[in-house]
């Protein structure tokens, strides 16, 4: 098991080709096309806690080789409760592969 805090971040970017939901998740839709976009800024929403799992293996490939693998899986939304604008939830999921040579 696993808890951290974010001490800053930031959610942002641009939605082109696609479309937007004014004031709330079933308000007017906005579409961008032909090259129009706008931005978005979700940074305020996103919380502060986390925790989750996370799982390790190192396998010994030969003498001195090893192969090492960590899985890293949060259990709750990036996003605040009372965020609705993304309807479905996001989750950090790390994989870290690597090896190392033992002398």
């Known amino acids: 098991m696993y808890s951290s805090f974010k001490l800053e971040g930031e959610f942002t970017g641009q939605v082109s080709d696609g479309y937007l939901r004014e004031g709330t998740p079933v ?3 906005l579409v961008f096309e032909n090259g129009n976009s706008a931005s978005y800024n979700f ?3 996103l919380r ?3 925790w989750g799992a996370q799982v390790g293996a ?3 490939a030969f003498n001195h080789f090893t192969v090492n693998a960590d899985l890293t899986w949060a259990f709750n939304n990036i996003f605040e ?3 609705k604008t993304i309807s479905f ?3 950090p ?3 870290n592969l690597g090896f190392g040579y033992r002398f």
């Open 93 to 95: 999921i790390y994989l």
């Open 48 to 50: 502060h806690f986390q």
């Open 43 to 45: 940074s305020s929403a």
């Open 27 to 29: 308000g007017e839709k």
């Open 81 to 83: 409760s009372d965020f």
């Open 89 to 91: 939830g996001l989750y």
């Open 58 to 60: 190192t396998w010994r």
